[in-house]
């Protein structure tokens, strides 16, 4: 069962970025790209060739590799629909922050490989981001923690029930409210971001990229898909218990959840305005200071 949900994962991840166009589209007034455009694209650019440039090293190309590789390994780590994950262990929390770190660099040292400013630049306003995402993000890990007293992702997310919620709802939410922001700008979503701008002043990611093509942008697009599924799989695993209902359902209702979080950014960023990059670390500070006081809540025993 469990090779299953990991098969569900790296499938139907790509499907997300599908729901997101299409409710951005309908919410335009346009017909908008297929829902699964983004197979479609991942297809064709595994049967085109590599270029490279002659002042790249080894660094650029085991960039999109290496960060794949980190990503789909991460997914072992994420339990789906209340079941246990395929990788569980007391710990595997610090393992998976890692993971998603891990990539984050290989990443920007692909990006500055090639030598351009250009991509230096986003490199830099990248890894700006990460100064606070990343804390944020372990804080609230950390406060999720303290709060169930397990130290495994798949044992905190069984053990945040409804009589969780009843007890330590302030401190959920505000967790919430702080994995949400960095699910935002981890996967470059509009306001901190927007994945498909093509002014070189405002990109951040898409920048990073540039000189990436064929397979390996192919690798960089799946892996943006799957790290968007399992950092909405943090957010609909502390809102959604769904375990005991039934193996079948359970599983689909945790996929119909993700298709539902995808809905909710769609409709965000048909309405949000993006902010300027010198606002974006407000807002990640904002990130920051709510894990703060919600492990903070923790320590004093707050219900």
């Known amino acids: 069962m469990k090779i299953i949900q990991i098969i569900l994962i790296l499938v139907l991840s790509p499907f997300l970025s599908g729901v997101i166009n299409r409710t951005k589209a309908f919410f335009c007034g346009r017909k908008g790209s297929p829902i699964f455009q983004l197979y479609y694209d991942i297809y064709k650019l595994l049967l085109k060739g590599a270029v490279y440039s002659s002042t790249i090293t080894w660094v650029f190309i085991a960039g999109p590799i290496v960060s794949l590789s980190a990503i789909i390994l991460a ?12 990788i569980s262990f007391n710990g595997d929390i610090i393992l998976f922050i890692y993971l998603l770190g891990l990539g984050r660099f ?20 990248e890894v700006q981001f990460a100064v606070f995402a990343e804390p944020a993000l ?105 375990k005991h209902i039934g193996w079948g359902a359970d599983q689909l209702i945790f996929i119909l959840a993700m298709t539902v979080l995808a809905f909710i950014v769609g409709l965000a ?21 709510l894990s703060i006081l919600a492990l903070t809540l923790t320590f004093r025993g707050f219900k």
């Open 75 to 86: 997914a072992f780590l994420i339990p789906f629909g209340g079941e246990v994950s395929l």
């Open 106 to 125: 290989f990443t920007v040292l692909a990006a500055l490989d090639t030598g351009s400013s250009f991509e230096g630049m986003g490199a830099s306003r």
């Open 138 to 242: 372990f804080l609230s890990v950390a406060a999720l923690v303290r709060l169930t007293g397990k130290i495994s992702l798949s044992e905190i997310f069984d053990t945040i029930n409804n009589s969780c919620w009843a007890e330590y709802s302030p401190v959920i939410f505000l967790v919430l409210g702080a994995i949400f922001i960095v699910f935002l700008t981890e996967n470059s979503r509009i306001p901190v971001d927007d994945p498909n701008t093509h002014l070189e002043l405002t990109m951040v990611h898409e920048v990073m990229v540039l000189d990436h093509c064929g397979v390996d942008l192919a690798y960089i697009c799946y892996g943006s898909a799957v790290k968007f599924w399992i950092l909405g799989s943090f957010i609909v695993s502390i809102i959604l218990k769904t």
């Open 269 to 289: 960023e048909s309405f949000l305005p993006r902010l300027r990059l010198l606002k974006v670390p407000h807002l990640l500070i904002v990130a920051l200071a």
